[in-house]
């Protein structure tokens, strides 16, 4: 006690260097009164001191020094070396160091450094700084050991003391002392003493000495350190930062690290959070190239940053108390504190990734390799953007990569991106410049998958930053939406419309930056002007009017686009002013209830104003009055208006309907017209006398003549009424009575049955008698007509009485009936243009283009094949040619005598879809009614007549292709959404507009409610084609066939395959929350064969599916109704987990169909380009599905096409029928191609691979060549020029293949299988010398489109020798190999004088000279024209020498 007593006397003093006067008087007068333990101590240890130069000093002051201290080190040592006493002196000087530092005081001045003693004379001699005493002493060998003896045992004396007064800790100052010796005479035994103070110090004072020793200690006790270190490390988590701090300055074994680095890892889930930056940064700076990516796999295993902090629920209720201030002070810091130690963690990964390039590859590798979505944490997210934004040995562009992949294949979601954002926000921010670049990137992807999670980046995003990083989101969109690319603009406007909706107060400071779109609308679809003036007006008008500052704006650009003259931008102020009214004349909720809340009569006032401008500005267009009915029609249907609005749209919609296009039947109904008018397809059977009719044969007679006023009077007095408005006027009454009444049309139902003011149409049958006006007359007469009937069935197709469903059905029938005549109509009308029937397309003279030329179609493919024609005889003369070039002749005179008959009876109506109106998706619910029926009452009410309506089949075919072209249009992802270069004029969304208002789930969810009916309707044509080949004995073209009807009954079939395959094919029911509507799909099919299917797994339901599609194989009518269900069956089974499982099913129904012999209903045999596009699918599926490809292509090449050459000139391969001499190019051309994909799936030799497996890869590389083989000799008898162009082509790529695949394995088999790889390189050169002869005759023929693969062929050729001569050096047989000269020949081996002149032309073959007795045919042809062939350019390992090989072909052709 009374030595601490002294100690804190002196701490209280230990401050300074330099000490007041009033401190220096007082230790001098101390100085003076206590002499005694001075004189004591000059016995050995003050004596030598002094001498040596050095002062003792008593209190505060320092010691002082008078000489350098080496020299002073250099002294002391002398005298205790020349000492008599000398071993002995040396404990009398330790002893008297003892004694000296007893007092606590001195003891400190002996551990401070000492100071300069400043003489007149040799202050210069002195250097400003100078060690301690006991330092100085400590780097005499003599003394180490004696004084770190006495250090250490008076260590634990300070232990438990606080700093003293001047901050400073003895215990850490004694430790000081020993760092940095310059040699430490007993190491281990210093380890071993540190040690055992660790294990009894205070947890500061362990930190300190732990800290310490890697400068303590030698590095020959580091491995021994490390050891306990590890020990104590796994004891006390509480020293985990020094123990790691240590360890990373040690100089540790690989082994030693590796054991230490897996123990630390053992601990990571028990640290502290504070101490986890440093653990983890300890772990990713010890790892070696070897093992970073286990340990990295381990970390991100381990790692939980999700437990790092608070749940969402603790989280908010601290921002409540934060915001009320009083108990910030106290929730704060547990928040930021958990963030800022994720911050680190996240430094320490961005530190090791930047410096350590197998660190980046370690983490990308780890992350790409977890294969459950469930699996994925934050981590994974936090990592890609610190891979981003440090690009640390381009690992950005591997981030971006990575990152695409996981979203397409849905391992990484929208739910782990909100946990990321919602709980490391702050985090993140310092990341947002790599955020923002991976959402442009996901955006501006072609891949429709993986853009939706890009938009949710932008989202989360904005949400979560601040002002700026908002600010920067919104400039990111707009960006987007100015780009003009299809795809990213949706997804843009779709972002910004969703931001207005949730933050519209935020988004409102940036409404000047969304406004800057309105100068780039030239570039945007109707569909995204809607989007874009829709988020604008709510922005703007909404009922908070958060941007009420850019109202002006808007209608300044309203009223200058509607009085534009342009149509475009006509049609584009017509679009905007619409949305405004949307937006200002909306329904308005109170805050709480539900009760609403009434527009307010200066609004009223507004929204009945700009409606009247519209209206005015569009009635000198009907084209633009057409576009504002249909706009306004939209408008009522997606959004809830205020009934004010809503009243006053209806009341003017009603009564000028009546007005314009209805009028009373009466008894004279003649106008002056082209055609007599007459009462067409009235359904109500009462007296016509009092009834109404739609007089649309006067009014376009009479629009036609107003048009030719028009010309020379600038202005009308009434607004003209254009048939062209009828449809979309219609639609707009029609919504607003639904909207008025809730759903009853009472009002207007006899519209859907009253008859129309036509003529009679059989004049259609005499049209050649017509005008070209009288024609075009007509046929626009039947384009209106048509066109109101498919309005009619939209309005009243969800009506629920008999009655109105089987008015709709005789009007579904109408529009067949005049599809028909319109077929025939414009047959012969050529160069017409129809009125246009959807009003917010681009102009129309893209599509007026391509359906004129659709008609004239058939004449310029006649020609273009009859010019071609004479080409094929060129490459030769053989009797199968003949027999192949004469079928070929009469195949196209065919189906031109087909053609020109075709004209004659109708154009097909696909070109002209743009001109009929949209289709509704609820009248695809017609397709749910089979048998309708009703009782109709005759005049007395005692009898009854019981009528039967069915869905016929062309009305099925009719919806089944409107259903199919909506499918394709909304679910079908296009494989890239990016404009092309030159921009087509045709506009695929026309007619799609109502459609592209309805989310893609949402037309999912209606095509599963579908489903049933579409079975319903399978199974139908299925029992149809059953019973026919039952009547017909098995013959599908028996005398009873109905032609037109099969024809009918055949395109339905395939049309329901077709949409059952679209739906099923959607990519969104890959996503997780689609999974329900899936099984439900899948379900519904399971169910037509096994009840209860609700319980059933995923698996079992794909399995039920699979069997229940699986009959209808039966029943065929086509081949391309064939094909469907082969893709239909394969699209099903790869919804399950395991499509393999199916394979073999899918095979052998492919083989099946083209084992079969198709015909048509009048008996011929299918055939046409159409006919092999579909055979030329069908035999890809069969060949990618079979198990052994390379048997199946020996089984077709061999034996089938033997079978044809054998066979008749007509006739077809026995066990394949489908293969005929004008189907063998489609044949020949998918064998090449499949053989040659098989070859590159032929796994690569590796060293470690056993015996048995070397033999069976070279068994396969020899089925392979032997299949190469006979193909490449067919070209011996069908040598027309397509053939030889696919021989060479997929020639070149095989032989690619073989090198870079087969060689290698040749290298290492050649002394254990010789004989197999002689016999396998002879029939190798033998394909090689036929190629070889196909160059020759290409050069001969002089065919470009040949001539065009020679280089590449003849430089694969040289390298295929060279190849050959490299294995027989490798193998020490180089002897065996020899080249000589092979001639020139065409394909009949006949030689080619022309160049017999030039030296050694041609192939070079290479092989044993025992393997090869034809010797004096073996060539090299000076390496550029080798025969060397039949795999892909392939050397070794070496892909550049096949990139070189190509490059360098055109110097080496010759």
């Known amino acids: 006690m009374m030595r601490k007593k002294r100690r804190s006397s002196v701490d209280k003093g230990e401050g300074a260097t330099t000490t007041t006067k009033a401190k220096k008087s007082r230790s001098t007068g101390r100085q003076q009164r206590e002499p005694a333990p001075e004189e004591t101590n000059e016995s050995v240890f003050g004596v030598f001191l002094r001498e040596a130069g050095v002062t003792l000093k008593q209190g505060g002051t320092s010691n002082e020094i008078a000489v350098d201290q080496v020299v002073f080190q250099k002294r002391i040592q002398q005298k205790l070396r020349k000492s008599p006493r000398y071993p002995g002196i040396v404990q009398e000087f330790t002893a008297g160091l003892e004694s000296h530092i007893e007092d606590a005081e001195r003891f400190r001045n002996c551990l401070l450094p000492c100071v300069p003693r400043l003489t007149d004379g040799d202050s210069s001699c002195v250097s400003s700084f100078q060690e301690s005493l006991l330092r100085m002493l400590l780097g005499i060998e003599m003394l180490q050991t004696f004084i770190i003896n006495i250090l250490l045992e008076k260590l634990p004396e300070f232990m438990l003391d606080g700093t003293g007064d001047g901050g400073l800790s003895v215990p850490r100052i004694i430790i000081n002392q020993l760092k940095w010796l310059d040699r430490v005479v007993d190491s281990k035994e210093l380890a071993a003493k540190l040690m055992e103070l660790v294990s009894v110090a205070p947890v500061e004072v362990q930190r300190d000495i732990i800290t310490s020793l890697p400068e303590i200690l030698e590095d020959s006790q580091h491995n021994d350190i490390a050891r306990e270190l590890n020990l104590l490390l796994q004891e006390n988590t509480q020293l985990t930062v020094p123990?790691?701090?240590?360890?990373?300055?040690?100089?540790?074994?690989?082994?030693?690290?590796?054991?230490?680095?897996?123990?630390?890892?053992?601990?990571?889930?028990?640290?502290?959070?504070?101490?986890?930056?440093?653990?983890?940064?300890?772990?990713?700076?010890?790892?070696?190239?070897?093992?970073?990516?286990?340990?990295?796999?381990?970390?991100?295993?381990?790692?939980?940053?999700?437990?790092?902090?608070?749940?969402?629920?603790?989280?908010?209720?601290?921002?409540?108390?934060?915001?009320?201030?009083?108990?910030?002070?106290?929730?704060?810091?547990?928040?930021?504190?958990?963030?800022?130690?994720?911050?680190?963690?996240?430094?320490?990964?961005?530190?090791?990734v930047r410096f350590q390039k197998t660190i980046s590859e370690a983490w990308l590798k780890a992350i790409e390799s977890v294969d459950d979505v469930d699996d994925h944490k934050v981590i994974d997210l936090l990592v890609l953007f610190i891979l981003h934004s440090t690009n640390a040995n381009q690992s950005r562009r591997g981030a971006e990569k990575v990152l695409k992949v996981k979203v397409r294949t849905g391992r990484i979601q929208e739910a782990l991106l909100q946990k990321t954002f919602r709980d490391f926000a702050q985090v993140m921010r310092g990341y947002f410049p790599s955020i923002l670049a991976l959402a442009q990137g996901l955006l501006r992807s072609p891949d429709p998958c993986v853009v939706p999670f890009g938009g949710h980046m932008y989202r989360h995003s904005f949400t979560a930053f601040d002002s700026y990083s908002q600010q920067e989101v919104v400039g990111s969109l707009v960006t987007h939406v100015c780009s003009g690319v299809g795809g990213e603009v949706d997804m843009a406007l779709e972002l910004l419309c969703g931001l207005v909706t949730e933050k519209p107060s935020e988004m409102s400071l940036y409404a000047v930056f969304v406004k800057g779109i309105l100068d780039y609308m030239d570039n945007l679809t109707p569909q995204q002007i809607r989007r874009l003036f829709h988020l604008l007006s709510r922005l703007a008008f909404g009922q908070q009017q958060h941007g009420s500052h850019i109202q002006d704006d808007m209608h300044i650009v309203i009223r200058k686009q509607l009085s534009s003259t342009v149509p475009k931008y006509k049609r584009i102020g017509i679009i905007g002013a619409v949305m405004i009214v949307g937006s200002m004349g909306a329904l308005r909720l109170k805050e709480k209830g539900s009760q609403n809340v009434s527009l307010p009569q200066e609004a009223v006032r507004q929204v009945t104003a700009l409606l009247e401008l519209v209206k005015s500005s569009s009635e000198s267009s009907p084209e633009a009055a057409a576009l504002y009915y249909d706009e306004l029609a939209n408008l009522i249907l997606s959004s809830p208006l205020d009934p004010q609005v809503q009243e006053t749209i209806a009341k003017s919609v009603l009564d000028d309907f009546q007005d314009d296009f209805v009028v009373d039947l009466g008894p004279d109904i003649s106008h002056a017209c082209p055609f007599p008018a007459c009462i067409m397809f009235n359904l109500d059977e009462d007296d016509s006398q009092g009834g109404i009719a739609l007089n649309l044969l006067p009014l376009l007679a009479k629009d036609i003549q107003s048009k030719g006023e028009q010309q020379?009077?600038?202005?009308?007095?009434?607004?003209?009424?254009?048939?062209?408005?009828?449809?979309?006027?219609?639609?707009?009454?029609?919504?607003?009575?639904?909207?008025?009444?809730?759903?009853?049309?009472?009002?207007?139902?006899?519209?859907?049955?009253?008859?129309?003011?036509?003529?009679?149409?059989?004049?259609?049958?005499?049209?050649?008698?017509?005008?070209?006006?009288?024609?075009?007359?007509?046929?626009?007469?039947?384009?209106?007509?048509?066109?109101?009937?498919?309005?009619?069935?939209?309005?009243?197709?969800?009506?629920?009485?008999?009655?109105?469903?089987?008015k709709v059905m005789s009007r579904l029938r109408d529009v067949t009936f005049l599809q028909t005549l319109l077929e025939r109509a414009l047959a012969e009308t050529p160069g017409y243009v129809p009125p246009v029937a959807n009003f917010d397309?681009?102009?129309?003279?893209?599509?007026?283009?391509?359906?004129?030329?659709?008609?004239?179609?058939?004449?310029?493919?006649?020609?273009?094949?009859?010019?071609?024609?004479?080409?094929?005889?060129?490459?030769?003369?053989?009797?199968?040619?003949?027999?192949?070039?004469?079928?070929?002749?009469?195949?196209?005179?065919?189906?031109?005598?087909?053609?020109?008959?075709?004209?004659?009876?109708?154009?097909?109506?696909?070109?002209?879809?743009?001109?009929?109106?949209?289709?509704?998706?609820?009248?695809?619910?017609?397709?749910?009614?089979?048998?309708?029926?009703?009782?109709?009452?005759?005049?007395?009410?005692?009898?009854?007549?019981?009528?039967?309506?069915?869905?016929?089949?062309?009305?099925?075919?009719?919806?089944?292709?409107?259903?199919?072209?909506?499918?394709?249009?909304?679910?079908?992802?296009?494989?890239?959404?990016?404009?092309?270069?030159?921009?087509?004029?045709?506009?695929?969304?026309?007619?799609?507009?109502?459609?592209q208002q309805r989310s893609t789930k949402d037309i999912a969810s209606c095509c599963v409610q579908l489903l049933p009916a579409l079975c319903s309707h399978l199974e139908n044509c299925h029992n149809h084609f059953q019973t026919l080949l039952s009547e017909n004995n098995g013959v599908v073209d028996g005398p009873a066939t109905d032609v037109q009807e099969h024809h009918l009954m055949s395109s339905g079939y395939q049309l329901l395959l077709q949409v059952l395959n679209t739906t099923f094919s959607w990519s969104g029911f890959s996503q997780p929350g689609q999974r329900s509507l899936l099984k439900k799909a899948l379900g519904v099919l399971a169910g037509r064969l096994k009840e209860g299917g609700a319980e059933l797994s995923l698996e079992q339901l794909v399995k039920h599916s699979f069997e229940y599609l699986l009959n209808f194989r039966s029943t065929m009518p086509s081949l391309s109704t064939a094909l469907c269900l082969s893709q239909l069956l394969s699209t099903v089974s790869e919804?399950?987990?395991?499509?393999?499982?199916?394979?073999?099913?899918?095979?052998?129904?492919?083989?099946?169909?083209?084992?079969?012999?198709?015909?048509?209903?009048?008996?011929?045999?299918?055939?046409?380009?159409?006919?092999?596009?579909?055979?030329?699918?069908?035999?890809?599926?069969?060949?990618?599905?079979?198990?052994?490809?390379?048997?199946?292509?020996?089984?077709?090449?061999?034996?089938?096409?033997?079978?044809?050459?054998?066979?008749?000139?007509?006739?077809?391969?026995?066990?394949?029928?489908?293969?005929?001499?004008?189907?063998?190019?489609?044949?020949?051309?998918?064998?090449?191609?499949?053989?040659?994909?098989a070859a590159k799936k032929i796994p690569p030799f590796k060293t470690?691979?056993?015996?048995?497996?070397?033999?069976?890869?070279?068994?396969?590389?020899?089925?392979?060549?032997?299949?190469?083989?006979?193909?490449?000799?067919?070209?011996?008898?069908?040598?027309?020029?397509?053939?030889?162009?696919?021989?060479?082509?997929?020639?070149?790529?095989?032989?690619?293949?073989?090198?870079?695949?087969?060689?290698?394995?040749l290298d290492n088999s050649f002394k254990r299988h010789k004989e197999d790889v002689q016999s396998l390189l002879k029939t190798f050169q033998l394909s090689t010398r036929q190629l070889h002869h196909m160059c020759g005759h290409s050069k001969i023929q002089q065919d470009t489109s040949l001539t065009n693969h020679v280089p590449a062929l003849k430089k694969s050729l040289e390298l295929f020798v060279y190849r050959v001569k490299a294995m027989l050096m490798l193998n020490n047989c180089q002897e065996a190999f020899w080249i000589g000269n092979l001639k020139n020949r065409n394909l009949k081996g006949e030689e080619i004088l022309s160049q017999m002149s030039q030296e050694g032309d041609d192939d070079d073959d290479e092989e044993e000279e025992e393997r090869l007795p034809q010797a004096q045919e073996l060539s090299e042809d000076e390496v550029h024209e080798s025969d060397s062939e039949e795999s892909r350019t392939i050397n070794r390992q070496e892909d550049v020498d096949q990139e070189d090989v190509t490059d360098d072909s055109d110097e080496q052709e010759k």
């Not at 680095?261 to 653990?279: E, G, I, K, Y």
């Not at 089984?1195 to 489908?1218: M, R, V, Y």
């Open 243 to 352: 123990i790691l701090d240590a360890l990373s300055s040690l100089n540790l074994s690989y082994s030693l690290l590796t054991e230490v680095r897996s123990a630390v890892m053992t601990t990571l889930a028990a640290v502290q959070l504070d101490d986890l930056p440093v653990v983890v940064k300890f772990i990713l700076h010890s790892v070696s190239a070897s093992d970073a990516y286990e340990v990295v796999l381990d970390l991100r295993k381990k790692l939980e940053l999700e437990q790092c902090v608070l749940p969402p629920a603790l989280q908010a209720s601290q921002s409540r108390l934060r915001s009320k201030g009083s108990a910030a002070s106290g929730s704060t810091p547990a928040a930021s504190s958990s963030q800022d130690s994720v911050a680190l963690i996240l430094d320490g990964i961005k530190s090791a």
């Open 1248 to 1305: 470690s691979d056993s015996t048995e497996a070397q033999s069976e890869k070279l068994l396969t590389w020899n089925l392979a060549v032997r299949d190469f083989h006979i193909l490449v000799n067919l070209v011996k008898v069908f040598d027309s020029r397509l053939v030889l162009n696919v021989c060479l082509k997929y020639g070149r790529l095989f032989l690619e293949s073989f090198l870079k695949l087969g060689m290698p394995l």
């Open 841 to 995: 397309g681009e102009s129309t003279d893209g599509v007026i283009l391509s359906s004129t030329a659709s008609v004239n179609k058939a004449k310029k493919d006649g020609t273009g094949k009859k010019r071609k024609a004479p080409g094929r005889n060129s490459s030769g003369s053989s009797s199968q040619l003949d027999e192949t070039t004469d079928a070929d002749k009469s195949m196209q005179e065919q189906p031109e005598k087909e053609k020109e008959k075709e004209i004659r009876q109708g154009v097909s109506l696909v070109s002209y879809r743009p001109f009929f109106r949209e289709l509704d998706m609820e009248v695809l619910s017609v397709l749910q009614c089979g048998l309708l029926s009703r009782s109709l009452l005759d005049s007395e009410l005692n009898s009854k007549v019981r009528e039967e309506v069915l869905l016929g089949p062309a009305e099925l075919v009719l919806l089944l292709e409107d259903m199919l072209r909506k499918l394709e249009f909304s679910l079908t992802a296009a494989p890239a959404k990016r404009a092309p270069f030159l921009k087509g004029k045709t506009d695929k969304s026309v007619g799609f507009s109502h459609l």
């Open 1135 to 1237: 919804r399950g987990g395991n499509p393999a499982a199916y394979r073999e099913q899918t095979a052998s129904l492919a083989k099946r169909f083209l084992s079969q012999e198709w015909v048509t209903a009048s008996g011929e045999r299918e055939r046409g380009s159409k006919f092999n596009e579909v055979l030329h699918t069908l035999l890809s599926i069969y060949l990618e599905h079979v198990d052994d490809v390379l048997k199946a292509v020996e089984e077709i090449a061999g034996k089938g096409i033997t079978e044809l050459i054998n066979a008749a000139k007509d006739e077809s391969s026995a066990s394949w029928p489908t293969l005929n001499r004008q189907t063998f190019l489609v044949y020949y051309k998918v064998l090449m191609a499949e053989l040659e994909k």
């Open 712 to 806: 020379s009077q600038t202005k009308k007095a009434h607004r003209r009424v254009s048939p062209l408005c009828l449809a979309p006027f219609f639609r707009l009454l029609r919504l607003c009575e639904e909207k008025q009444h809730q759903g009853d049309l009472e009002e207007i139902d006899a519209l859907l049955g009253c008859p129309l003011i036509l003529t009679d149409l059989d004049v259609v049958d005499k049209i050649d008698s017509l005008s070209k006006a009288e024609r075009e007359f007509l046929c626009t007469l039947l384009f209106h007509t048509t066109n109101w009937f498919r309005e009619v069935v939209n309005a009243f197709c969800r009506q629920k009485e008999i009655e109105m469903k089987m």
